[in-house]
């Protein structure tokens, strides 16, 4: 089996381990800090995903399933070993940076240099020349985030899940956590996630599955409340996007110009509405 082939549809075995992996992300990530009862819960039902992944694999059930959950699983794992709740204090600021660096970079030398695969892959130069159609897209995404945005995290209050930034240091690395994480939700959970499930299933099956682990991993960095009535819709757009176009370059435009706008919302709740163009202030 390879990335290029024809996507299966249906059911099929793979989906019983896969699922059980997705439903993990909550208890490891969106449930953190509930109970320790729970985190064990999330870790047990990976760690028996990755197993009926291996007995599939064994019997024949599934082709390559086993290395390919791992590979997620190891991500995972690796991010759940910090709190991704927003702090842009210098000491959590370069540990965050370096754990989610962990997490897309182990699995990729696992699937390069172990596994000898090339599944994940950092196509920079695909996709060019973006169609009208995407270019439009990107306007509607920063008109529905001028729209949407300050709405949802001044009325919920899920602003102040973010820190306080007054001093210019502060907003500047807030500018750059916010980017940073941006980023690398991209190259985890579509470059890496989503790839690797869109080998066993088709686009559909792979996109709620890795969107599943993305939302739960959003609720822990801030994105509460009816946030997910916001995510769960971008996630699967981001998944469906670079499923069709194939450019890393073009679905980190949309997720960036997306945080762009949070990052203004934020500092706009922050300092009591500074930023005059939002059409809603605390």
């Known amino acids: 089996m390879t990335l290029d082939a024809p996507p299966r549809s249906g059911l099929s075995w793979a989906l019983a381990p896969a699922l059980l992996l997705s439903a993990s992300a909550p208890f490891l990530f969106a449930l953190r800090g509930t109970s320790l009862a729970l985190t064990l819960l999330g870790y047990g039902m990976l760690l028996l995903a990755i197993f009926v992944a291996w ?34 204090a210098w000491g959590n600021f370069f540990l965050l940076g370096f754990v989610l660096a962990s997490a897309v970079a182990v699995p990729y ?31 509607l995404v920063l008109f529905l985030g001028w729209l949407i945005l300050p709405f949802y995290f001044i009325t919920s209050g899920v602003y102040l899940n973010w820190p306080e930034v007054h001093e210019w240091h502060e907003v500047a690395r807030l500018f750059v956590g916010v980017n940073a994480v941006g980023t690398w939700d991209e190259l985890f959970f579509i470059i890496t996630v989503f ?19 993305f939302v739960s991993f959003l609720w822990e960095l801030g994105y509460q409340a009816w946030g997910p009535l916001l995510t769960v819709p971008f996630a699967l757009l981001q998944g ?25 919302v934020i500092v706009h709740a922050r300092n009591d509405g500074v930023i005059p163009f939002f059409l809603i202030s605390p």
Not at 55 to 71: E, H, Q, V, Y
Not at 110 to 135: A, L
Not at 195 to 213: D, E, G, S, T, Y
């Open 240 to 264: 469906w996007i670079y499923s069709s176009t194939k450019s890393i370059v073009y679905v980190l435009t949309v997720h960036l110009l997306f945080d762009a706008v949070v990052f203004l």
């Open 109 to 139: 030398l696992i699937s390069r240099f172990v596994f000898k695969d090339r599944v994940i892959r950092f196509r920079w130069r695909g996709g060019w020349p973006w169609t009208k159609v995407q270019w439009s897209y990107l306007l």
């Open 55 to 88: 007995l599939f694999d064994r019997s024949g059930r599934t082709i390559d399933l086993f290395k390919d959950l791992l590979l997620i699983a190891v991500g995972m794992v690796i991010v759940s070993t910090v709190s991704v709740e927003a702090d842009i």
């Open 195 to 213: 790839v690797l499930f869109k080998r066993h299933f088709p686009v559909w099956q792979a996109n709620i599955l890795q969107a599943v682990i």
